[in-house]
């Protein structure tokens, strides 16, 4: 009995283990589990209970088999638990490391020289010390042959890497996590499952108003290159997520379609019933389109050869 430690510790510390396994053990995504399954409150509850019950079942145990000892055995079972419970192990491991001499044993290690009364002890070097000192030679021998041997790689080239591959995880992710777009970050989608799906949102929301064709009817004509709110795939998806001018009957549809739909019925409009010749044409409203980035492009490239014109009339005359 001398070895345990008190009810009123051990009783938390067991408990606190359990809960801790166990929002170890329950997958809860970022809720703990006691807040995300409340039937683990229960649990820990009995849990508690039950090691309340042990503490009581055990301490009426102790009770009744001290009553059947005798009285001298008695005595000797209370002394033993008065003994203060001690880290013996610890202590000895603690002093073997520091390996000094005790007191009386110093007349063993003091050497003869004799200054006005100071002496010197030839203490060995702590054993702690030592190991340490040891340790180190062979992790010297390892780094020296990983790093400077065999050109393992340092943090430059560590860094390279992760930061390659938390790119890599992010486009993982960006294509998991296809609402994540909006206006400003939306690109015409070109897959072909992508467009079969905006054409499904497109035939089940909005042929009411653009016909199937894309013609146009209540709505203006989509397969011109003529656009009232803005062309491009930016204009577009802002025009279906937010809706048209007040009045006009185009509502916001981000209250209905996610992002991610948004941009696929955007695409869809772009990709295929833009250009295209529907059955019933309306005429065309508000104005052409051109695109800016293709614009910059144009002008560009018509700069380019200018310079070059310049660089080959000098290098003719010189
Ligand atoms: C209730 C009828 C109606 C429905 C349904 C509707 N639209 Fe419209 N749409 C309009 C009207 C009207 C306009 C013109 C808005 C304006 O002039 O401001 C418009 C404008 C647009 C424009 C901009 C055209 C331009 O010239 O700038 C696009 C793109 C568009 N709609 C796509 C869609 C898509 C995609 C859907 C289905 C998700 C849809 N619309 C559903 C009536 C509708």
Redesign the pocket.
Known sequence: MKNRSNWWIRVPVIFFIIFGLMEYFVDSGDQPAVIKYPITQFFLVLVLLLLIAIELILSAIENVMFQTLSKEAQNRYLAKKEEKWEWKWAKETYKKLLGSKPMEAESEIVLDHNYDGIRELDNKLPPWWVYMFYASIVFGIVYLLRFHVFNGNNQHVEYEQEVALALKEIEEYKKTAKDLVDENTVELLTDASDLSA?EK??QS??????MADGGG??????TDQ??????GIK??FH??SE????G????A?KQ??KPAE?AQ??S??LKTINGSTPANPKPA??DLWVDPNAEKTETETSEQPQEVVTDSVTVVMN
């Open positions: 905006g949102t497109f929301n909005c042929v009411a108003c653009h009817g209540i709505g203006p004509n989509l003529y656009w009232i709110l803005g062309g204009n577009v025009t279906i809706g048209g001018r007040d006009k009957g185009m509502i549809w209905t379609l948004i019925v955007a869809y409009v409203e508000g």
